[in-house]
């Protein structure tokens, strides 16, 4: 992890290199934050357009908390969809309140045809970005 201003960004890049989780797998990740507070966390997965995929969903849990459910599939044609479709990731966001240290994320997948791309958790939760800042 590398932290950045006030982000801490892990980059699974888009460059091909997403992880495919099928239904029931997790993938876990240690951090160190050197701030504390609220944060907001935000998981950006390849997009599934296929009609007959009904549900990507995913569970967060953070610091093995109580985990956090994404929907990870836009309705067709919604303007989040489309907004999807254009950016080639779809993005969702929740927020957290964290003390400085060492934490843990695990990303579950519910559900199959779940890519996990990249993650990043954000202390300007108002922060807008098309690309996730990296370090450099």
């Known amino acids: 992890i590398k932290l950045i201003d006030t982000v801490s960004s892990l980059s699974i890049p888009s460059s091909g290199k997403a992880v495919k989780l099928p239904k029931g797998a997790s993938l876990s990740y240690d951090f160190y934050c050197d701030k504390s507070g609220d944060a907001r966390f935000t998981i950006a997965a ?3 357009f296929l009609k007959a ?8 849990s953070i610091d ?3 985990p956090v459910i994404c929907q990870l ?9 489309q907004f999807d479709l254009w950016r080639g990731q779809t993005l969702k966001s929740f927020y957290v309140t964290l003390p400085g240290g060492s934490h843990n ?3 579950k997948a519910l559900d199959d045809n779940v890519m996990i791309d990249q993650w990043v958790l954000d202390y300007d939760a108002d922060r807008e970005y ?3 800042p990296v370090a450099k």
Not at 53 to 60: A, F, I, L, P
């Open 46 to 48: 390849i997009p599934c």
């Open 53 to 60: 995929v009904k549900d990507m969903r995913v569970s967060v």
């Open 64 to 66: 093995r908390g109580e």
């Open 73 to 81: 599939k836009e309705v067709y044609n919604s303007k989040d969809w």
């Open 105 to 107: 994320v695990t990303i």
């Open 130 to 132: 098309y690309v996730f």
